[in-house]
Nanobody
Framework: DVQLQASGGGLVQAGGSLRLSCAAS????????IAWFRQAPGKERDGVSC????????YYSDSVKGRFTISSDNAKNMVYLQMNSLKPEDTAVYYC?????????WGQGTLVTVSS
């Protein structure tokens, strides 16, 4: 079975850090572009960051640039999102996504709550 398993969410105070993990099974991440999305209550799902597992190129949305870092470990078939200097507006359910069009896999979300 193909699965993406996101984990690492939780409750943290503003200014704190969390590291999200995305574990892939049933396929190899290094053939895909991997992205983190987030969806806050009442809002659309937005892209946060992505990485090309083949060449390591990364992208960050303006709202997280300089605070979040995406990385991949192809040997472990894992992708991470290190989130520092968290703000209340980072509160959302975070999803990992693996894409190699037309293939598009989504993991279940992990909730990040940042208290002020």
């Amino acid at each position: 079975d193909v699965q993406l398993q996101a984990s690492g969410g939780g409750l943290v105070q503003a200014g704190g850090s969390l590291r999200l993990s995305c574990a892939a099974s049933g396929f190899t991440l290094d053939d895909y572009a991997i992205a983190w999305f987030r969806q806050a209550p009442g809002k659309e799902r937005d892209g946060v960051s992505c990485i090309s597992s083949s060449d390591g190129n990364t992208y960050y949305s303006d709202s997280v640039k300089g605070r979040f870092t995406i990385s991949s470990d192809n040997a472990k078939n894992m992708v991470y999102l290190q989130m520092n200097s968290l703000k209340p507006e980072d509160t959302a359910v975070y999803y990992c996504n693996a894409r190699r069009l037309p293939i598009n896999y989504w993991g279940q979300g992990t909730l990040v709550t940042v208290s002020s």
